[in-house]
């Protein structure tokens, strides 16, 4: 993800939205649910993939194709501006690497 120049508001966010990554925004208490670990924790990260596949294994049709859409609408003209502060506070709790 890549946060760019303010000057036009669709160019500055550049991430390529996916059913997968829609799903991990949309669905985290019950991806936190399957998990069943503190979040940041070892076990919690080793869990987390497995955990997203499980709940978007678990999501009616209806909804997957819901969510491709959002993503598809989000690739053209950015996702809500919730949504980016959402993605831009998880980035800075993240330790540096």
Sequence with gaps: MTIVSDEEDVAK???KWTLRKVIQLKRRKEIDEEIGEPPGSKS???KYPGAVSTVMESVTDETKEYYMELAAKW???GP???IQRRCVMTLQMQPAL
């Design 13 to 15: 966010w550049k991430q």
């Design 75 to 77: 690739n053209r003209a």
């Design 80 to 82: 809500p501006k919730t």
């Design 44 to 46: 919690y990260l080793q």
